[in-house]
């Protein structure tokens, strides 16, 4: 009896045992919810290293900046110095005869404090003119950042949207898979009673095996996606991402023209450029100021003694002082200040023309995107209609089949069109998502407006 029992509380504890373990994984899963877009973006924006770099940029401008306003304001150092000197015999001494008297070396402690400021009064606008260049390099900077930012917001979507293609155009090949495996059975009991021919049955056989084969190719780009996407989250696990498949799409009709102007005043790279422009004019500007004079003044306090001050009072005696003003000109600077120049020059043509060049790169893109909402948005409708009517001629299809007016390779080709069409309305609209938002960026717009 005891043994009887002991097995039954055994058994139920295995029992129990099993059961947990294969909860276990279905309650993962269920926790396991979809990410939706915006989550996708947030996640990019905190773990993305190009933003963290366009940051750090950023934090590098502002620090140059406060560097030239530093130049403005005069320097001031102190200084305390202590040790002990030693000297060596001497024969610096005269008697009355004029012959050297050579003197013993002695040692003593010295003590010396130190005070000094200096302020540059004119340096030829060096200084504001870098201030100048300063703050255009610091404005170009945030505007990196701020396109840095729109640019991965923008590719988060284009990776985002492509999981969510693949993951329904495999629903779609699922779907189609399982149709054909539902034909190939109904067509081997046809086969049976006499009704289909055994070359309708090998017919539907590829057809099902062909569509396996979309099915692992569906798959296969699925896990490429996930793949593209979890490396812009920087998530170690991305096989397992899943994403919300509701495409929610409002069309537009952007106006080429219309997005051309915006962009010239909106977009963050342009904008930045253009500063860097100005940055470089301000440069030429700064190394002019080498032909003209230099003003300044300083002030300089020492005290010296064998003895430490009482009471650290370096002001009472054994000390001196000077006030001192000074004009400075480079007479000849063997050529360097017209070498400053001339690269300088060469910097802000440099500047300029890289300017001009993503200006009109610009244009050609937004033409561009715009004609792909245009094109996408047509083939969207175009698709949607095509999918009725591929319903209602693979109904017609398989019906004339059953009733023995048409045949399998009528019915294939009915299958084949509507799978096309549903994968033709998906390929559409994640096309179109995928524009809008590099529109955006390339207007210089929020990409998620």
């Given at each position: ?77 102190l200084g305390f ?263 300088a020059k060469a ?62 390779l009528e019915t ?38």
């Amino acid at each position: 009896m005891n043994s009887t029992s002991c097995r039954a509380v055994i058994g139920a504890a295995v029992l129990a045992f099993v059961c947990a373990s294969a909860a276990a994984p279905a309650a993962e899963a269920a926790e396991a919810a979809p990410l939706g877009l915006e989550e996708c973006i947030a996640l990019a924006q905190r773990n993305n290293p190009d933003i963290a770099v366009a940051g750090e940029t950023f934090v590098k401008a502002e620090s140059g900046l406060l560097a030239s306003y530093g130049r403005l304001l005069p320097g001031f150092s102190l200084g305390f110095y202590t040790g002990r000197r030693f000297y060596g015999p001497s024969s610096v001494q005269f008697d009355a005869s004029g012959r050297p008297v050579v003197q013993d070396g002695f040692d003593y402690e010295d003590f010396t404090f130190r005070m000094s400021s200096d302020i540059q009064i004119f340096d030829g606008g060096e200084t504001m003119n870098r201030i100048r260049a300063s703050q255009a390099s610091r404005n170009a900077a945030r505007e990196g950042l701020n396109y840095r930012r729109s640019y991965v917001e923008a590719q988060v979507i284009r990776a985002y949207y492509n999981v969510v293609r693949y993951r329904m155009l495999r629903t779609v090949a699922e779907e189609s898979g399982d149709l054909a495996k539902r034909n190939l059975e109904r067509t081997e009991a046809l086969l049976e009673v006499g009704s289909a021919t055994r070359a309708d049955v090998l017919k539907a056989r590829v057809r099902h095996s062909n569509t396996r084969i979309d099915v692992i190719d569906a798959t296969n780009a699925l896990e490429i996606a996930r793949e593209e996407l979890g490396a812009l989250l920087r998530l170690e696990d991305a096989h397992s991402i899943e994403v919300d498949t509701a495409l929610a799409l409002e069309f537009k009709s952007p106006d080429a023209a219309a997005e051309i102007a915006y962009a010239r005043t909106h977009r963050p790279d342009l904008r930045g450029l253009a500063y860097n422009v100005e940055s470089a004019g301000a440069g030429i500007a700064a190394a002019r100021s080498g032909w003209f004079p230099s003003l300044g003044a300083s002030f300089n306090y020492n005290w010296n003694d064998r003895t430490m001050a009482e009471n650290l009072n370096f002001f009472d005696s054994e000390y001196a002082w000077s006030v001192t003003a000074y004009v400075s000109v480079d007479v000849f600077d063997r050529f360097l200040t017209t070498a400053s120049v001339r690269t300088a020059k060469a910097d802000h043509r440099i500047a300029q023309h890289t300017y001009d060049k993503t200006k009109l790169d610009a244009e050609k893109q937004i033409k561009q995107l715009v004609l792909t909402m245009v094109q996408t948005r047509e083939r969207s409708a175009v698709a949607s209609e095509t999918v009725e009517q591929a319903r209602e001629d693979l109904r017609l299809a398989e019906e004339r089949y059953r009733l023995g007016a048409g045949t399998m390779l009528e019915t294939i080709d009915a299958q084949v069109a509507l799978v096309r069409a549903k994968a033709d309305v998906i390929q559409a609209k994640c096309d179109y998502l995928i524009a809008e938002a590099d529109l955006a960026v390339a207007t210089g717009r929020n990409v998620r407006e």
